[in-house]
């Protein structure tokens, strides 16, 4: 019998949550995996391509391509934008798909919607990286700088992975947008929860803070915000000015591509003149190489690797398949 090209199976939004709500402590184990895989240099990663728009600075589309070796031996592409923009409109910033190829013949067998990925992807990566900088799962008080829809999704984590939190603070620019969110954690059981007048009131409140900006340009500039040595989840990668990363442990995922396309770390590269200021990754603290100094804050700034998406995106794929969902099209690729 002549072979046939696989299926390529779609799955939407709703389908692509119904995987993660409920499963996050295992969807994390599928990062943890990832991360192992690429320390251990059984992947291939290339830079992200960055498609930019001369009229419009702010919006941007990336394209992500990774293949995933050892037992997963995945390859796939995201291709993700950011429009700021759209939030005044109604609509998410982000929006995504992903493509999931069979790495023996080449083939797409899957299409997801993405941004769920993403910012799950996201979420467990930074929730990952918390515990190894913090040593438990336990924090005073959990400060949420920037609430979107990344900092829902950590928010979750967090909750999903048993932290035990004494409180949390929020700032964002857009003040409906920190209200909500401080109502969504006290819906959520959270006790002491109040919205921060600032940035800076909220970094000396919390002993871990998240990042979660649409920032281009660094907008906190004092060292003295990590006096009191917090772990800080820089998710949004361009919030931190060079002093203040200067005054830290740092721990990226991947040093050539966190220090890139004028990331706070690639401005204190240009500012410095050398990486010295990078204390290792998160494969580092993973293995055991490399630990936080415990009497310095700890910034962890992922530029997000490709493979995190691969890794998430085959996790949810196996279990909705499993569990019927999706839309098989078996003549999807063309006959020979």
């Not at 702010?58 to 992500?64: F, Q, S, Y």
């Not at 990486?275 to 910034?299: N, Y």
Request: proline share 6%; glycine share 8%.
């Amino acid at each position: 019998m002549s072979p046939t090209a696989p299926p390529l199976t779609v799955l939407t939004g709703p389908e692509v949550a119904r995987q993660i709500e409920g499963a996050r402590p295992d969807c994390m184990e599928a990062v943890r995996a990832a991360y192992l895989i690429h320390d251990a240099g059984q992947d291939s990663l290339p830079h992200s391509a960055f498609l930019r728009f001369p009229h419009r600075p702010a919006d941007r589309v990336i394209a992500l391509p990774a293949y995933l070796g050892a037992d997963a031996d995945l390859a796939g592409l995201k291709w993700i934008s950011s429009f700021p923009a759209n939030t005044g409109h109604g609509l998410n910033r982000a929006s995504a798909v992903l493509l999931l190829n069979d790495a023996t013949n080449g083939y797409a067998f899957a299409c997801l919607e993405s941004s769920l990925i993403s910012a799950a992807r996201t979420a467990a990566s930074a929730v990952l990286a918390a515990q190894e900088l913090v040593g438990s799962r336990t924090a005073r008080r959990i400060g949420f700088v920037g609430a979107g829809l990344i900092a829902s999704h950590v928010r979750a984590f967090f909750h999903d992975l048993d932290w035990s939190v004494g409180g949390y603070r929020v700032f964002d620019l857009v003040p409906d947008s920190a209200e909500r969110f401080a109502a969504e954690l006290a819906a959520s059981g959270a006790g002491d929860v109040a919205v921060s007048d600032s940035a800076e009131k909220l970094f000396a409140d919390c002993d871990l803070i998240v990042l979660a900006t649409v920032a281009g340009v660094p907008h906190l500039h004092d060292p003295a915000l990590l006096a009191h040595h917090p772990v800080v989840l820089h998710l949004s990668l361009r919030d931190l000015a060079p002093q203040v990363v200067l005054a830290a442990d740092n721990f990226t995922d991947d040093v050539e591509h966190a220090v890139r396309e004028r990331t706070s770390l690639h401005l204190t590269e240009q500012q410095e003149g050398h990486r010295g200021f990078l204390t290792g990754t998160l494969g580092d603290l993973l293995t055991g190489r490399v630990r936080r100094d415990p009497g310095r804050a700890a910034v962890f700034s992922p530029f997000g690797l490709g493979i995190l998406d691969l890794a998430v995106g085959r996790w949810v794929y196996d279990r909705a398949v499993a569990a019927g969902a999706g839309q098989s099209f078996p003549d999807f690729h063309p006959a020979r």
